[in-house]
């Protein structure tokens, strides 16, 4: 596995993948939470950061897939997946690697936003006035979300060798579990499939781990989910093996 977590690392370091990603989705949220006069926390006049939680899960679905469609899909088109799969390496460590490398490069991503968590604690009235629970919280949904768009990207990426289809299929999953099910669970009421399609809705579980009070539901749930897809993935890189 850490072979495989190096050689994807280093190929993205090695080429303007990690730099065009994380300048991307820093430009993006800096403009949200410090320029743009709807959303910008200055002229909000508390010291909160809700509107980068707020925003940046939509930023991920798109980001997410972009970084993840690659992953399996150009070794597929050029050949050395094949080449992969000849080798003594278990196909758990093949999808791992990938997994957690996709991830460290999100997580990476995530950090330098710390700075805004640091901005807003001085800025307070009076300083330090900030809900530090609720961000710890949201900062753990946020890294748990972003593992579930890796591991449903990365499964994506196996369907085929069409990086763009990737992409599509990656932001589509993504949209669906994180919006897509709460919205239509508005349909049935206040039944039983509605709780349901609720309390699988990915924005749910997150809004949940940022009120500060971290439930070991949802973090279970949150995991599970990336399990699940690692998981399919597992079994579609099996079946290329055959």
């Given at each position: 596995?850490?072979?495989?977590?190096?050689?994807?690392?280093?190929?993205?370091?090695?080429?303007?993948?990690?730099?065009?990603?994380?300048?991307?989705?820093?430009?993006?949220?800096?403009?949200?939470?410090?320029?743009?006069?709807?959303?910008?926390?200055?002229?909000?006049?508390?010291?909160?950061?809700?509107?980068?939680?707020?925003?940046?899960?939509?930023?991920?679905?798109?980001?997410?897939?972009?970084?993840?469609?690659?992953?399996?899909?150009?070794?597929?088109?050029?050949?050395?997946?094949?080449?992969?799969?000849?080798?003594?390496?278990?196909?758990?460590?093949?999808?791992?690697?990938?997994?957690?490398?996709?991830?460290?490069?999100?997580?990476?991503?995530?950090?330098?936003?710390?700075?805004?968590?640091?901005?807003?604690?001085?800025?307070?009235?009076?300083?330090?006035?900030?809900?530090?629970?609720?961000?710890?919280?949201?900062?753990?949904?946020?890294?748990?979300?972003?593992?579930?768009?890796?591991?449903?990207?990365?499964?994506?990426?196996?369907?085929?060798?069409?990086?763009?289809?990737?992409?599509?299929?990656?932001?589509?999953?993504?949209?669906?579990?994180?919006?897509?099910?709460?919205?239509?669970?508005?349909?049935?009421?206040?039944?039983?499939?509605?709780?349901?399609?609720?309390?699988?809705?990915?924005?749910?579980?997150?809004?949940?781990?940022?009120?500060?009070?971290?439930?070991?539901?949802?973090?279970?749930?949150?995991?599970?989910l990336i399990i699940f897809f690692i998981f399919l993935t597992l079994w579609r890189v099996e079946s290329l093996r055959k």
């Open positions: 596995m850490l072979a495989i977590f190096r050689k994807e690392v280093a190929s993205f370091f090695n080429s303007l993948i990690a730099y065009i990603v994380m300048a991307v989705f820093l430009t993006a949220i800096g403009l949200i939470v410090w320029v743009f006069p709807d959303s910008n926390i200055l002229d909000y006049g508390y010291a909160d950061l809700g509107s980068f939680f707020g925003l940046a899960p939509y930023v991920l679905i798109f980001l997410i897939p972009a970084i993840t469609m690659r992953s399996i899909a150009e070794e597929s088109r050029n050949g050395t997946l094949e080449l992969l799969l000849t080798k003594p390496i278990r196909n758990i460590d093949l999808v791992l690697g990938k997994f957690f490398a996709n991830w460290m490069l999100v997580v990476l991503t995530l950090l330098p936003t710390l700075i805004y968590y640091y901005s807003i604690y001085k800025l307070g009235n009076p300083v330090g006035d900030v809900d530090s629970a609720a961000v710890a919280g949201s900062y753990l949904g946020l890294l748990l979300l972003s593992g579930v768009l890796v591991a449903m990207g990365i499964w994506a990426s196996s369907l085929n060798d069409n990086q763009i289809v990737a992409f599509i299929l990656g932001v589509f999953l993504a949209f669906i579990w994180y919006v897509g099910f709460g919205a239509v669970s508005g349909m049935f009421g206040d039944g039983f499939a509605a709780n349901l399609l609720s309390g699988i809705a990915l924005d749910v579980q997150y809004q949940a781990l940022g009120k500060g009070l971290i439930d070991s539901r949802n973090v279970i749930y949150l995991l599970s």
